[in-house]
């Protein structure tokens, strides 16, 4: 039976943070304090995740995200892919700052991702580099390079929009979609940043994005499945690239979420915004069997939360940051 939880929701997605570490800082992701990175063998190890990757795939899971942290930092994740290929997962991507993503293109593709997604906050290198605390514009941008003239086009280009710091590129980013022929998808800031800075104020609408697009370049929207986080659109007037809106602050999409996550020290969270982790990897190390592991994760799976709280008086951000919960 596949996996489902108690609103009848089936669960055929999974996220797979690899590694909590990573090379960029970004300002509404990773705190700026010193590295708070948990011990290597606290990570589950490669023989691990391909364990418990083919499980989830027994269960049911048809997609499978591999992400971070940084994914690329983690020698092997190549081999990890090639794994999940070898299991017959349906639909293999990843999640990337795209820094390392040049040199590495070619053995994901022949490994056997996908699709690839790369974020990139800002075309103006100086404000990228506020934004990451790095300074790896150029590389990025020869990633997306390598993306684009590989199998793995069109790229999808992540970009969290925060108000005040990169909302005036917007319209940038449209004509970047254009240019290239792009799927550009627009993130609205969730309260999961390590600082803790988030506040209603900064949050930019997606319903404002689409006007501001929609109004220069007319928007037509392109049938998507109710699981699909994103809105898409197309170009009326027939040009390449694609918008995409995702707005889990403004717009929730709970009621037709089909995701769980796995963190890199081996704890599933139902939601983004979980309250509570569970403990998988101790399962895992105390020599439990595989039909253990599954009955343990359908009953997790079976608690998984209604929805976030964002929008209500009693919402707590939880206390794991998105680098550590692999977004
Ligand atoms: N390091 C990789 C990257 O940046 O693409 C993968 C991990 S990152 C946590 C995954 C995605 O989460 C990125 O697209 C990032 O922009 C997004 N993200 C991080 N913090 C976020 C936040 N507070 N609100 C919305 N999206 C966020
Ligand atoms: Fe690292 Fe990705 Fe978080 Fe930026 S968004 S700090 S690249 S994990």
């Known amino acids: 039976m596949m996996l489902h939880d108690k609103f009848g929701r089936q669960i055929t997605d999974l996220r797979i943070s690899v590694t909590d570490r990573c090379n960029f800082r970004c300002v509404y992701c990773r705190s700026a304090d010193p590295e708070n990175y ?10 691990e995740l391909n364990r418990l ?3 989830f795939k027994t ?38 700052n795209g820094h390392l993503l040049a040199d590495r293109c070619a053995r994901l593709v022949s490994s056997g ?31 997306i390079d390598a993306v684009q003239s590989s199998t793995l086009a069109p790229a999808k280009i992540n970009a969290v929009l ?29 309260p999961l940043d390590g600082d ?42 027939g ?23 796995l963190t890199a020290d081996g704890k599933i969270r139902t939601c983004l915004f979980s309250k509570e982790d569970h403990d998988l ?10 039909e253990d592991l599954e009955i343990y994760i359908r009953s997790v799976v079976m608690e998984k939360e209604e929805g976030h709280r964002i929008n209500h008086a009693d919402f707590r951000p939880p206390t794991r940051s998105m680098v550590f919960i692999g977004g």
Not at 68 to 95: C, Q
Not at 164 to 182: K, T
Not at 201 to 227: F, G, K, M, N, T
Request: overall charge neutral; glycine content about 6%.
């Open 59 to 96: 269960l049911g899971i048809r997609k499978m995200r591999v992400t971070g942290g940084e994914p690329l930092v983690r020698p092997g994740v190549e081999d990890f892919i090639s794994h999940l290929r070898a299991l017959g997962v349906e639909d293999i991507s990843m999640t990337t």
């Open 38 to 47: 948990r011990e290597h063998d606290e990570i589950l190890s490669w023989p």
């Open 162 to 190: 925060v108000r005040g710091i990169n909302d005036d590129e917007v319209e940038r980013f449209a004509i970047f979609a254009r240019e290239r022929g792009l799927i550009m998808r627009f993130i609205e800031f969730m």
């Open 113 to 143: 991702l996908n699709r690839i997604n790369i974020s990139l906050d800002s075309l103006d290198s100086g404000k990228f580099e506020r934004i990451t605390r790095t300074k790896s514009f150029a590389s990025v941008m020869n990633g």
């Open 239 to 261: 040009t390449h690239g694609e918008i995409g809106l995702i707005a889990p602050v403004t717009q929730p999409f709970c009621g037709h979420c089909s995701r769980i996550r």
């Open 281 to 290: 990897r101790s399962l895992l190390r105390e020599g439990a069997s595989d």
């Open 53 to 55: 990757a083919s499980i």
């Open 196 to 237: 803790r800075h988030w506040t209603r104020d900064v949050v930019v609408p997606a319903a404002e994005v689409y006007e501001r697009i929609h109004s220069r370049w007319p928007l037509e929207q392109i049938p998507h499945h109710h699981s699909e986080t994103a809105r898409k659109y197309r170009f009326a007037d």
